[in-house]
């Protein structure tokens, strides 16, 4: 089974063993080097006084991920950041970042990364698209839409770029954003 969801949704989600132990809850998403995936989850503990836990829980080992909670197997699962984010995690925020078509016009600025969670038991967790706060170029400008993402992803420090088709696939919910970026992707595909 495959969900969308907004990146914001999971931060501060409980992390909960199978056998019902609440060890933490989800700070930050941290995204594989080239963008397109997740890798795991920086940790805060539970409680009003708790900050953030030096150790961090990688995407392989999520159990599952629902409306509630993170599940993990065990709590020893978790580990130093050295050892789960050595293929080189990003650390960078894309939230304020502009997105560009690759023909220059201006989309608007990320608000949220949509992502898609399919499978379980470390299945995958792909960026498959940004919600931004629409620009002129984009119908009623300042209002929330989705923008589907290609598989691999052009990025710079302040930019984030699209192709100019993917303003053909923009949706404003969640609901027919599957459809849109399979779409997309297919689009994308054929013109090779």
């Not at 708790?50 to 599940?71: C, T």
């Not at 978790?78 to 984010?85: G, H, M, Q, R």
């Not at 608007?108 to 399919?118: A, L, M, P």
């Not at 299945?123 to 984009?138: F, N, P, R």
């Amino acid at each position: 089974m495959t969900v969308l969801m907004r990146a914001s949704e999971i931060e501060k989600r409980p992390v909960v063993t199978m056998a019902g132990e609440d060890v933490a809850q989800i700070k930050d998403i941290v995204y594989a080097a080239g963008g397109g995936e997740v890798s795991g989850f920086t940790l805060a503990g539970r409680g009003l006084f708790s900050g953030p836990k030096k150790e961090v829980l990688a995407w392989s080992h999520v159990a599952a991920l629902g409306p509630d909670a993170v599940m993990i197997l065990r709590d020893d699962v978790l580990a130093s950041p050295t050892e789960v984010f050595t293929s080189g995690g990003s650390g960078g925020n894309i939230l304020g970042s502009q997105v560009l078509t690759d023909s220059g016009t201006d989309l608007g600025k990320v608000i949220d990364v949509i992502i898609e969670v399919s499978g379980t038991n470390g299945g995958k967790c792909d960026v498959v698209g940004y919600e931004v706060e629409s620009s002129e170029s984009l119908k009623n400008k300042g209002t929330k839409v989705l923008i589907p993402l290609p598989d691999t992803l052009a990025a710079s420090a302040e930019h984030l770029m699209v192709p100019a088709s993917a303003t053909e696939f923009v949706r404003d919910d969640l609901a027919g954003f599957g459809a849109a970026i399979e779409a997309f992707r297919a689009q994308l595909e054929g013109s090779h």
